[in-house]
T-cell receptor, first 115, second 112 residues
Framework: GENVEQHPSTLSVQEGDSAVIKCTYSDSASNYFPWYKQELGKGPQLIIDIRSNVGEKKDQRIAVTLNKTAKHFSLHITETQPEDSAVYFCAASSAGGTSYGKLTFGQGTILTVHP | KAGVTQTPRYLIKTRGQQVTLSCSPISGHRSVSWYQQTPGQGLQFLFEYFSETQRNKGNFPGRFSGRQFSNSRSEMNVSTLELGDSALYLC???????????FGSGTRLTVV
């Protein structure tokens, strides 16, 4: 089955710096890659996602890049703010069959933005 | 637009008991998935329902079961609770499977 590796496990940056979180996946059939932000006491919140027919997607300060050949994708947050502090998860899924509704998650990255 | 609603938010049960958790998806969403989140294992997929049918199941024992009703609301049941079942149980819904999943805030289950 699919396996998703996420690095780093913790990331500490100064306010205004950029943060990058990287994930690799194992199943070449995976075609959907969402990123979630989870704050304390809350469920994961979808912040951006990308499908395998796209190499890059941007939404204000957040961007995701995908390299299908290397099977890795990354989350880029620019101009970080203290409210960006949270746990970030990458995930991967493929369409249909035994993958219905199943997201395989990375282990998570604790991002801390210092004022 | 209302989000995914999970009830109850917190639950304390004794070993050997059973528990039922409820999930109301976003209106119009027909796919509902369940996940278990623990510090050691992270987020692990339990099962997915679409139009009242279980289409996919993760690697959990048969003590974990679920169902979906005609209005897309879903329940999951855990029988013969073990200490290791203590976790945050998350429900997520999607308008169609495999993308755009919105998570609820979860049910924190503690087994004592």
């Amino acid at each position: 089955g699919e396996n998703v590796e996420q690095h780093p496990s913790t990331l500490s940056v100064q306010e205004g710096d950029s943060a990058v979180i990287k994930c690799t996946y194992s199943d070449s059939a995976s075609n959907y890659f969402p990123w979630y932000k989870q704050e304390l006491g809350k469920g994961p919140q979808l912040i951006i996602d990308i499908r395998s027919n796209v190499g890059e997607k941007k939404d204000q300060r957040i961007a995701v890049t995908l390299n299908k050949t290397a099977k890795h994708f990354s989350l880029h947050i620019t101009e970080t703010q203290p409210e960006d502090s949270a746990v970030y998860f990458c995930a991967a899924s493929s369409a249909g069959g035994t993958s219905y509704g199943k997201l395989t998650f990375g282990q998570g990255t604790i991002l801390t933005v210092h004022p | 637009k209302a989000g995914v609603t999970q009830t109850p938010r917190y639950l304390i049960k004794t070993r050997g008991q059973q528990v039922t958790l409820s999930c109301s998806p976003i209106s119009g969403h027909r796919s509902v998935s369940w996940y278990q989140q623990t510090p050691g294992q992270g987020l692990q997929f339990l099962f997915e329902y679409f139009s009242e049918t279980q289409r996919n199941k993760g690697n959990f024992p048969g003590r974990f079961s679920g169902r979906q009703f005609s209005n897309s609301r879903s329940e999951m049941n855990v029988s013969t609770l073990e200490l290791g079942d203590s976790a945050l149980y998350l429900c997520a819904s999607s308008p169609a499977s495999n993308y755009g999943y919105t998570f609820g805030s979860g049910t924190r289950l503690t087994v004592v």
